[in-house]
């Protein structure tokens, strides 16, 4: 029996040329009849993929910011967590200092983590939401199975004797683009199995502003600690401003004394050309 063209021949199985087509890879979809079922079967079975957030607002004295936010940082590295971001700034000027850590633990260490952070100052906010990802992990899946399935029947069809060169480079064309979505699939089923498999929590540290009430030494300490920033920012904008002056001046110095020097000569040259007033007589 004679081959069919090669746009035939690829979705054929390793079966044979006439005795049974393997399904093209379609993409999945929630449209698609099969994931339908896979999504019926995930929902009889209770099996959900959820990924959960927290956010953490914690207060702390402000000496005591930065050893707090350095204890959890380290705290993370005792249990099944790790670090994605972490950052610390300084007071500046106005600006009180402030930390934020991100990472991400297993469920099982999440009530730990809880626990420690509330030792290192007051929790101000707590917030948690939770996404579905079910869908989402469902539809990859089937992709990645539908792909690479049609992956290795395109690498089993490259090793046919029958085929000719016009096939092996329409098939070698056509698995270069199912293995470039195959990685790109896997790629997207390792990030939902961060997400899903632990647990996103961020994590702001803050200090609370002086209020009204404070003492008279503290009142007068805060009164001094602003005045020398205002002292800093003046002194750096007089710097500024005179280091903008400096190109003028080269310029404009050198003209005023030529200017001056012009001045006397003219104003000299014309008291000597000026008529000498008349003899009186008595």
């Known amino acids: 029996m004679k081959c069919a063209p090669v746009a035939l021949f690829i979705a054929l199985t390793l079966t044979g040329c006439a005795k049974k087509v393997a399904p093209m890879y379609s993409g999945g979809g929630a449209g698609n009849p099969s994931m339908s079922m896979r999504l019926t079967a995930f929902a009889d079975s209770g099996q959900r993929y959820i990924a959960e957030r927290h956010n953490l607002e914690i207060v702390a004295p402000e000496t005591e910011l930065q050893k707090s936010w ?26 009180l200092p402030s930390g934020t850590i991100k990472l991400r633990v297993i469920p099982e260490d999440l009530n730990k983590l809880l626990a420690y952070l509330e030792k290192l100052g007051k929790v101000a906010q707590h917030t948690t939401d939770r996404e579905d990802k079910t869908i989402e992990v469902v539809d990859t899946e089937a992709k990645i199975k539908n792909l690479t399935t049609f992956r ?96 003028w001046l080269i310029l404009i110095v050198p003209a005023v004394w030529l200017f001056v020097k012009v001045w006397r000569k003219w104003k000299a040259r014309r008291s000597e050309n000026a008529p000498s007033p008349p003899a009186t007589t008595n």
């Open 70 to 95: 350095e204890s959890a940082v380290a705290f993370c590295g005792t249990i099944r967590c790790g670090i994605v971001s972490s950052t610390i700034t300084a007071r500046t000027g106005d600006n």
């Open 152 to 247: 290795d029947n395109l690498r089993a069809m490259l090793a046919r004797p029958s085929a000719t060169v016009k096939d092996l480079v329409e098939i070698q064309k056509q698995l270069t683009d199912t293995q470039s979505e195959l990685d790109s699939q896997t790629t997207l089923r390792k990030i939902l199995t961060n997400e899903t498999d632990k647990i996103a929590v961020e994590i702001s540290f803050r200090v609370l502003r002086p209020s009204g009430n404070l003492g008279g030494f503290a009142l007068i300490w805060d009164a001094l600690r602003e005045s020398g920033s205002t002292l800093g920012d003046s002194t750096a904008s007089l710097i500024t401003t005179v280091v903008a002056i400096i190109p």
